[in-house]
């Protein structure tokens, strides 16, 4: 059946009944096999893939190969691919790697190990081979990015760089019922100081006190625009002074910060991804957080990386 379909031509590829999730067994993620994202994908896979993305929060491919413009066609499926919003901190439009010279869509950011020269160090400005602690992406922006798509291009052959994703709903739903009720109507500012790995921002100031903390405010509890169901929405924290709750003492906003990332970050919402040259995932910045365990600095690490537009935050 498969061979026949093959030979019927570029419009046999992707068909829904080839597509199939497969769930982690975690608290999400899912894989999809039976999708090749180089290849045109029809309508109602597209509907499919949507769905199982509202479901799983986390989706991801093995062994895919996809140009550029392939992998901004894939993000498209989800929404609109944009700029990431650390690009404007990237100098380069392209990257150095084994001696020669990538150059990079705009649309595209680079997640590397690498410098200048193209060789795999513990920090160059970005993430570097850095521990990435538990975050949602960008949001430290007034509207931040719906999804965010990774696609490995060089991993290193010894492990190191798992990335982690935890469910955000769950983490929400089990919430202590004081908790629930402490962060009710409550906004934080999110600190655009540092990125996830603790550097700061090329020209901008250390803060040395909550006000100076530059970034937005979100609420605490979002509402999915998809899905509608409440998640716990608490972006990054850096070493003090960093996010704050408003409206509140410090010492209170730190104690209550304290336990709600204590309570997030239990692995029991938590997967794990090994990643394989080839991988494509996906993952939801509304509804879950991602960290990254530290990359072995002796070994290129690359990924290209697109965001998916999102929307204004809705209260929960
Ligand atoms: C990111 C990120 C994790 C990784 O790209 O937003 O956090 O595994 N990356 O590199
Ligand atoms: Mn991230």
């Known amino acids: 059946m498969k061979s026949a379909q093959r030979t019927a031509g570029s419009n046999a590829v992707n068909q829904p009944e080839?597509?199939?999730?497969?769930?982690?067994?975690?608290?999400?993620?899912?894989?999809?096999?039976?999708?090749?994202?180089?290849?045109?994908?029809?309508?109602?896979?597209r509907e499919l893939l949507r769905k199982a993305w509202s479901d799983h929060l986390v989706l991801f491919w093995r062994k895919q190969t996809l140009p550029d413009e392939a992998f901004l066609a894939a993000a498209g499926i989800f929404g609109t691919p944009k700029e990431p919003a650390a690009r404007k901190y990237q100098v380069a439009g392209g990257y150095r790697i084994g001696g020669r010279m990538v150059p990079l869509h705009p649309h595209l950011s680079l997640i590397s190990n690498l410098d200048e020269d193209g060789n795999p160090v513990k920090d160059n400005g970005g993430l570097g081979s850095y521990e990435v602690v538990w975050h949602s992406d960008n949001s430290y922006v007034a509207v931040p990015p719906a999804g965010s798509m990774l696609y490995s291009i060089v991993i290193p052959t010894n492990g190191g760089g798992d990335t982690w994703f935890n469910n955000q709903y769950k983490a929400y739903e089990d919430l202590p019922a004081d908790l629930k009720v402490a962060i009710k109507g409550r906004s934080q500012i999110h600190d655009a100081s540092r990125n996830s790995a603790g550097v700061l921002?090329?020209?901008?100031?250390?803060?040395?006190?909550p006000e100076e903390v530059p970034g937005p405010a979100h609420p605490l509890v979002r509402i999915h625009p998809a899905t509608g169901k409440p998640a716990l929405y608490l972006g990054r924290r850096r070493d003090w002074p960093s996010n704050y709750i408003i409206g509140m003492s410090n010492a209170d906003s730190e104690a209550l910060l304290d336990r709600l990332w204590a309570h997030a970050t239990q692995e029991k919402y938590a997967w794990k991804h090994v990643w394989q040259v080839?991988?494509?995932?996906?993952?939801?910045?509304r509804c879950?957080?991602?960290?990254?365990?530290?990359?072995?600095?002796?070994?290129?690490?690359?990924?290209?990386r697109t965001v998916i537009n999102g929307e204004a935050v809705i209260p929960g």
């Not at 080839?278 to 910045?285: A, E, R, S």
């Open 18 to 45: 080839q597509l199939q999730v497969i769930p982690s067994g975690a608290a999400l993620g899912a894989e999809i096999r039976g999708v090749d994202l180089s290849q045109p994908v029809p309508d109602a896979t």
């Open 201 to 209: 921002r090329p020209t901008v100031k250390m803060p040395t006190k």
């Open 278 to 285: 080839g991988d494509v995932i996906l993952w939801d910045n």
């Open 288 to 304: 879950a957080m991602h960290y990254r365990s530290e990359v072995d600095s002796s070994q290129p690490r690359v990924m290209h």
